[in-house]
């Protein structure tokens, strides 16, 4: 974990240095060849806070308008939607969820990215748990948005019916966000995606993309604002998007992800925003410091 540590520490020295024009020698590369320095044109991550441009009763109005949708109990059992109950399991995602919101007020942060570094880590249901666990803040606003747009999941996690707009196309400019939209207990937004789309690359780095997520949260006024990512190593489509957000929650799979796996993510992730930490996930021994049936 040091060398990680020591990594991201000078990944961030670098981006530092690149954003005060300093000169610093190029590192050497210890990926693959997509791995890229952050291009000088860019911002880093969007530190500004999200002005609603609607005073509070249109915004309430705003969230009244989204398509209403009620979860099953089963649905979510048998997809590992662990915070829909209160229990014993639900209690790490609550912990999580509230270490996450700390830490993005200390920094005022308002955009999380989640992504994995392969397939199959538990992202999209890391994902579906913060947000379903963020509907029990009744003074808070989330909105989940399903950005793994070439495996698109979150309908079929929820055991919903995607609306016949797809997220992609409020991306493109095509389409307000409710009408590719559902909302759960109130306070939390899903935007979906029904089909897959073939140039979430091109799409998700595209002029447009800042314009149109600062339009969705002038219009919603979200507290926070999560991003259900592809995998970082699968396609170079988290790496495109990654300025977009305040911060990125990287999940690992026990025994299926490796340091190096992590390492290559966090180096990279870190030359473009601030990697918030890593997520152990699957986890099938946990010792007994973890049990707080005592609380349940």
Same mark, same amino acid.
């Given at each position: 974990?040091?060398? +990680?540590?020591?990594? +991201? ?6 981006? %530092? ?9 190029? #590192? ?18 969007? #530190?500004? $806070? #999200? ?21 099953? *109990? ?8 662990? /915070?829909?109950?209160? /229990?014993?399991? /639900? @209690?790490? $995602?609550?912990?999580?969820? @509230? ?13 999380? *990215? ?46 919903? @019916?995607?609306?016949? $707009? ?17 909302? =759960?207990?109130?306070? $939390? ?11 979430? /690359? ?6 447009? +993309? ?32 990654? @300025?977009?957000? %305040? ?44 049990? =707080?049936? =005592?609380?349940?």
């Amino acid at each position: 974990m040091e060398k +990680i540590r020591s990594a +991201i520490a000078k990944a961030r020295a670098e981006r %530092d240095a690149a954003q005060a024009g300093i000169d610093t020698p190029t #590192p050497p590369r210890t990926g693959p060849a997509f791995v890229m320095g952050r291009p000088a044109e860019l911002d880093v991550a969007s #530190p500004e $806070v #999200p002005q609603a441009d609607a005073g509070f009763d249109t915004i309430a109005a705003n969230w009244a308008a989204l398509p209403v949708t009620d979860l099953d *109990a089963d649905q979510m059992r048998r997809n590992r939607i662990v /915070s829909f109950v209160r /229990s014993t399991e /639900s @209690t790490g $995602v609550d912990m999580m969820r @509230t270490r996450i919101l700390q830490q993005m007020r200390d920094n005022n942060w308002r955009r999380v *990215a989640i992504t994995s570094p392969t397939s199959a880590c538990g992202k999209s249901t890391i994902a579906l748990n913060l947000a379903v666990s963020l509907s029990r803040q009744p003074d808070m606003r989330s909105l989940l948005l399903e950005m793994d747009l070439r495996r698109p999941s979150l309908a079929r996690m929820l055991g919903i @019916t995607p609306p016949l $707009v797809d997220f992609s196309n409020v991306l493109r400019g095509k389409a307000d966000f409710a009408k590719s939209a559902v909302c =759960y207990g109130g306070n $939390v937004a899903v935007g979906l995606n029904g089909t897959k789309v073939r140039d979430a /690359s091109e799409l998700l780095s595209s002029a447009r +993309i800042s314009n149109v997520l600062s339009e969705i949260e002038a219009t919603y006024a979200p507290d926070i604002t999560i991003f259900d990512m592809p995998p970082m190593l699968a396609a170079d489509d988290m790496m495109a998007f990654a @300025t977009q957000v %305040d911060c990125v929650l990287i999940i690992a799979a026990a025994e299926k992800t490796t340091t190096k796996e992590i390492d290559l993510c966090e180096q990279e992730l870190a030359r473009q925003t601030n990697v918030m930490g890593v997520v152990l996930n699957e986890c099938r021994y946990i010792g007994p410091e973890a049990n =707080y049936g =005592y609380y349940g």
